[in-house]
């Protein structure tokens, strides 16, 4: 059997393609590490790296396991946050929910409605969070359920039901030029010169580059359009939040979004499952 110990080692020496390196990332001496990935290989009876002067690369067997064994190092890692969370909560049941900051807000508040009279509801914590967070959570244990968005969340790993399927529309400040037109292309509702789209932070915390301006919640995003700042490309389930002062154009060709709860595939959570079904039902 593969040690998680040994796994850590060979994701850390694929990921520098250094022996040298890998082994001050991990804190220790060369010579043990290097004797690590011998025996993790003859274990599996295939070379995993390619050996050269400069470092080392990945063998056709090293990409499978590198690939597996990330699956496998996220999965261990969520065990013992989701454990640690259950000690902190001294045993109490109770589900983390996952979900985009200021979306699919009136879907949630069904969905916590009606599962909270389920008789046999736990509680359920919500974190809201800026695009692009959800699913990292709920692969690494921070969460245990989420509400994500295709095309644009990774749902790959997932358990998924689909909750929603609906178009997306340009939210623009009213008294705008464009805001007469009766819809736009995509190509149109991303490029208007003085209503650049926001920039949504990467996972670092990092901002992609572009000219608009770097938010981190809808609100935000809002505020700035009625402003006369900003666009935004959103559901159209998002209207029923709108105030006035801002005027929603349809995106002929933009891909439709299937908004869908997940959670992992190998949870044994009542709660979790309560959740789902209770989304099913909605």
């Known amino acids: 059997m593969v040690e998680t110990r040994e796994l850590r080692y060979f994701v850390a020496v694929a990921e520098e393609a250094h022996v040298s390196r890998?082994?001050?990332?991990?804190?220790?001496a060369q010579p043990p590490l290097s004797r690590a990935i011998a025996q993790l290989e003859r274990r599996l009876g295939a070379d995993l790296f390619v050996r050269t002067p400069r470092g080392v690369t990945l063998t056709s067997a090293g990409e499978t396991l590198l690939r597996e064994g990330r699956v496998a190092l996220a999965a261990v890692e969520a065990a013992e946050r989701r454990t640690r969370r259950t000690v902190a909560?001294?045993?109490?049941?109770?589900v983390v929910l996952t979900a985009k900051a200021g979306a699919s807000s009136e879907l949630m508040a069904k969905l916590l409605d009606a599962y909270a009279a389920e008789p046999d509801a736990v509680d359920v914590e919500v974190l809201l969070s800026p695009p692009g967070h959800q699913a990292p959570m709920l692969r690494d244990g921070r969460a245990d359920v989420a509400i994500l968005h295709r095309p644009f969340d990774d749902t790959s790993g997932f358990d998924v039901d689909p909750l929603l399927v609906e178009d997306q529309v340009l939210i623009l400040p009213g008294g705008h030029p464009a805001s007469r037109r009766s819809s736009m292309t995509l190509a149109e509702a991303t490029s208007i010169p003085d209503l650049p789209l926001p920039r949504w932070p990467n996972l670092d915390g990092s901002y992609p580059d572009g000219p608009g301006p770097e938010l981190r919640d809808l609100t935000q995003?809002?505020?700035?359009?009625?402003?006369?700042?900003?666009?935004?490309?959103?559901?159209?389930?998002a209207q029923a939040n709108l105030r006035d002062g801002l005027v929603v154009l349809p995106i002929a060709d933009a891909p439709r979004v299937t908004t869908v709860i997940a959670w992992p595939p190998h949870s044994t959570s009542t709660g979790v499952a309560g959740l789902v079904r209770t989304a099913g039902r909605l």
């Open 89 to 94: 909560a001294a045993g109490r049941a109770s």
């Open 22 to 28: 890998a082994a001050e990332r991990l804190g220790m």
């Open 221 to 237: 995003v809002l505020q700035l359009v009625r402003l006369g700042r900003a666009a935004m490309v959103l559901p159209e389930s």
